[in-house]
């Protein structure tokens, strides 16, 4: 079973996402902000992580840097699922694989996270 990271601030969202990723087939671990995110990160060792930008503590911008500074930790790929448009440029193309703005369509995401876990 593939494991996801959800790393945002917004309970509410993370409260719905993880109960659909979960109907298909996935198993969820959550943090509120980027610093619990990188904790969540090397503990449970996730396949993908799907990762707000605007966050308290540390920003999504910030989490990224950080997380390409783990030795222990493969390169994961990350969904970034924010409001903020156009700062999908400021992201690193080799860990950021998708920028989706939200309110996002609940179909595209899993579409999205299933073609990068390569799950038909």
């Known amino acids: 079973m593939k494991k996801i990271l959800i790393i945002d ?3 509410g969202l993370i409260r719905l996402l993880k109960a659909r990723l979960e109907e298909n ?11 619990s995110g ?11 992580v799907i ?7 540390m920003d999504g911008y910030t989490f990224v840097e950080e997380m390409k500074n783990i030795k222990d930790v ?5 969904i ?3 409001v903020r448009e156009g700062i999908h440029k400021l992201l690193d193309k080799k860990i950021v694989v998708e920028y989706i703005v939200k309110p996002y369509d ?12 390569k799950i038909n």
């Open 106 to 117: 609940e179909v595209v995401l899993l579409k999205k996270i299933k073609e990068h876990l």
């Open 25 to 35: 087939n996935f198993q969820v671990v959550t943090a509120e902000d980027g610093v």
């Open 9 to 11: 601030d917004d309970r």
């Open 51 to 57: 990762l707000d930008i605007m966050m308290p503590q």
């Open 80 to 82: 970034v699922l924010t």
């Open 74 to 78: 493969s390169p994961v790929p990350v």
């Open 38 to 48: 990188l904790y969540r990160l090397r503990m449970d060792r996730p396949d993908l």
